[in-house]
């Protein structure tokens, strides 16, 4: 019999794309207690799931819209997936996929009518319109393996001599202008964060005092 996994959540990284297929990183928390006599408790596991282009596409939903859903992805573990490829701890070959409802968002009854609760509730809704337009300006730059705070890459000091071109910075702030972020992922050393490349578009985000950007290993 073949192997079964069941990976139940929100996507926790971008989407990569190599063609023909997808990957992107879920995230399953342990239960908090073990059965009683067993020493060891089960903590989180990150899974890279692999999905086909066909079957991403049956879903209907725009790759930057991705990380907001919750998902049940079925499959078989998998220890062939390049390591490149596979951030998460484990691979799945992903067999089914469905987007499932959030339980965030399910009814959990009406406060009551001028109570504390209510008011909580009432900005809630407010606010919500706010954070839709929050998310569809949300972009993903190809080839993005994660995201990093500025304060964290390291630029050697070759860089920080000279002053990016005007028409590259022309070409950064134009993006940030439209997307919220850099044109393509900043290039660094995986293991020591220094900036390998793309300096035009640190020294344009750190102008623009972006809070992250996108990164490539």
Known sequence: MAHKISVT???TSSIQDYGKYLTFDMEEKGSPNAPKGIPFQSKAITYTVVVSLKQFNKLNIKKEEFSQKRFLVQGEPCLDIPFEQCTGEIGVICMQIQEI??????NKGTPKKGSRAQK???NKKQEEPKKEEVKK????????????????????ETF???????????IVEESIEKNGT???PIIIDPETHELLDSYSRYYVAKQRKLDRVPVHY
């Not at 300006?137 to 050697?156: A, C, H, Y």
């Open 9 to 11: 959540g929100r996507p």
């Open 101 to 106: 409802e959030d339980k965030g968002k399910e």
């Open 120 to 122: 909580q509730e009432e």
């Open 137 to 156: 300006q949300i972009f993903v730059p190809k080839g993005t393996r994660n995201w990093m705070s500025l304060e964290d890459i390291k630029v050697p």
């Open 160 to 170: 920080l001599q000279f002053t990016p071109g005007i028409a590259k910075q022309k």
């Open 182 to 184: 850099v044109d393509k």
